[in-house]
């Protein structure tokens, strides 16, 4: 009788697959001739039984065959289980094959998307440098455009005119800087201040952030949002990436996109991703660094924007805290600090306090920056605003006064007969109209009237406006008329120098519509401006 081989069982754990196939191939030989042997006597004994003519002895043969059966059963059982293993053994066999298909099919589509990426970033280099490019298209076109103007008014002018003109454009062009003028000065010393304040935290924004957030802006003035924003999210994701979700860069890149968020109205969005910024900085660079002092001002500003101004106080309170303790109290980005403390302020009817953050912010601007900067003039105007508030009338137009007279002194030197500030020249229309000898007086005997009204600068032109309201005010309607219509001339003549000549003909026309509606749109006006390093920080 045969006998069956298994291998042994503390080997089977220690098998291979085709060792185990072997031994499946072995076994199912083996139950083979096993079967083949139990049927062999099976069909002896029931040849024996047909001749077996005693009962007790035919018993036993029966016996001896039904166990032969169950035998021959079990061995079918096994050679069935062995058949299943060797078809699952050539289904796995199939299933590794496709699998290092797919793996094959994984690693060349991983090849394809990393040079898609590559094509991908190259191309939106491209469309940035493009872009640039055709903005820069655009500027320079808007100029062709204007100064064809210029040179079709200047055909127009009759000989006469053109020698006065030139004989006042040298004195007028530059008496009071446009609003880039104000804004250029101030951006290098705030990212001076701001770069050496970082650096002296031990952090430096890279410059590849500085130009992006540079970039970014540029889009978001322009209203190009759906630009700005994947910009600002394709480099904070790879930044994360890189870098890992806490580092300092990350939290700058997250400051970017909020202020973004926060220009599309997008609060509750812009205050999650400062909030977070505000973590990382805390966690990466210490609680008392300027970073987590920008962060907390910009946050501040943010729920100012939405009306939250108790929630914004105690920000706007803790980075003034950081920045005098990290800058020194005489810093200006100190005194930029107690602007937003002080416009918080005001919201809130907290009138003692303004005052005083806003005489030291003038203070801090005057010794650090000197008396022609000017966030002196800003911070001077927003203090007057205060004054008019509380009804402190006489405070208020003392300081309107000292803002146009400096502007006018930087341009004509001191203040005599002949050069007077328009705030002046008001004042001489005012009273001239009270004794009825306007009608009857020549344009000349204003001297040069006309010339302190060529305003370009927004602060100055706001302090037109509001000294104009406080006038009106007052019951000075004369002078509140003609500081209102140097304000509404100012800007039509930043567009176009050449018509300046127009205020002269304001003078003569007495109270005429033009008059009326400048009458009608700025009574009561009282405006606030921002410093010029303004509220947002990356």
Not at 195 to 220: D, M, S
Not at 285 to 305: E, I, M, S
């Amino acid at each position: 009788m045969s006998t069956m081989v298994y291998p042994r069982e503390e080997k089977l754990d220690k098998l291979s697959q085709e060792e185990i196939i072997c031994n499946t191939k072995l076994v199912m030989q083996g139950l083979e001739a096993l079967k083949n042997e139990h049927n062999s006597i099976l069909h002896s004994l029931l040849e024996t039984i047909k001749c077996l003519k005693k009962d007790e002895e035919a018993n036993l043969v029966h016996e001896k065959s039904n166990l032969l059966r169950k035998s021959v059963e079990m061995i079918e059982l096994g050679l069935g289980e062995a058949q299943v293993m060797m078809a699952l053994s050539s289904h796995l066999n199939a299933v590794e094959s496709e699998k290092q298909k797919l793996r094959a099919q994984v690693r060349r589509l991983c090849q394809e998307n990393q040079w898609l990426r590559d094509e991908l970033a190259n191309t939106q280099q491209k469309l940035q440098r493009s872009e640039q490019t055709v903005a820069q298209l655009e500027e320079e076109k808007k100029h062709l455009e204007f100064m064809n103007q210029l040179k079709k008014y200047d055909e127009d002018v009759s000989p006469s005119e053109e020698k006065e003109g030139d004989s006042t454009k040298d004195s007028l062009d530059d008496l009071f800087p446009n609003e880039e003028e104000e804004h250029g000065p101030g951006m290098p010393h705030q990212h001076s201040s701001a770069a050496a304040a970082a650096q002296q935290g031990g952090y430096e924004i890279p410059a590849r952030l500085r130009t992006l957030h540079n970039l970014v802006i540029q889009y978001a003035s322009q209203g190009r949002y759906e630009v700005a924003v994947p910009l600002c999210k394709q480099a904070l994701e790879d930044l994360e990436k890189t870098s890992g979700h806490d580092h300092p860069d990350v939290a700058t890149m997250l400051n970017i996109l909020a202020l973004v968020y926060r220009d599309q109205n997008k609060y509750k969005e812009a205050a999650h991703l400062l909030n977070d910024a505000l973590s990382i900085r805390e966690k990466t660079l210490g609680k008392d660094h300027p970073a987590v002092a920008a962060t907390l001002n910009n946050l501040a500003v943010l729920y100012g924007k939405r009306g939250k101004y108790k929630e914004a106080e105690p920000l706007c309170k803790r980075a003034l805290e950081i920045r005098e303790k990290v800058l020194g109290k005489d810093h200006p980005d100190v005194a930029k600090q107690l602007n937003n403390l002080a416009l918080l302020c005001q919201n809130q009817g907290k009138y003692e306090e303004v005052e005083y953050y806003y005489c030291r912010a003038l203070e801090i601007y005057e010794s650090r920056l000197g008396h022609d900067d000017p966030n002196v003039a800003k911070t001077k105007n927003n203090l007057a605003s205060c004054y008019l508030k509380q009804g402190k009338y006489k405070d208020a137009e003392v300081l309107y006064k000292e803002i146009l007279t400096r502007a006018h002194v930087k341009e004509f030197g001191p203040v005599d007969d002949e050069h007077k500030p328009i705030w002046m020249h008001a004042e001489e229309r005012e009273e001239m109209s009270k004794s009825k000898q306007r009608d009857g007086d020549p344009y000349a005997e204003y001297g040069s009237w006309y010339k302190a009204c060529k305003v370009s600068s927004p602060t100055v032109t706001t302090t037109l406006r509001n000294l104009g309201a406080l006038y009106r005010r007052q019951g000075k309607l004369e002078a509140a008329e003609t500081l209102e219509a140097c304000a509404v001339q100012s800007r039509r003549q930043g567009i176009d120098p050449i018509n300046q000549t127009k205020v002269v003909e304001i003078l003569k026309e007495g109270a005429g519509a033009e008059r009326r509606r400048s009458r009608d749109s700025l009574v009561g006006a009282v405006k606030y401006e921002n410093t010029t390093d303004g509220s947002e920080e990356a």
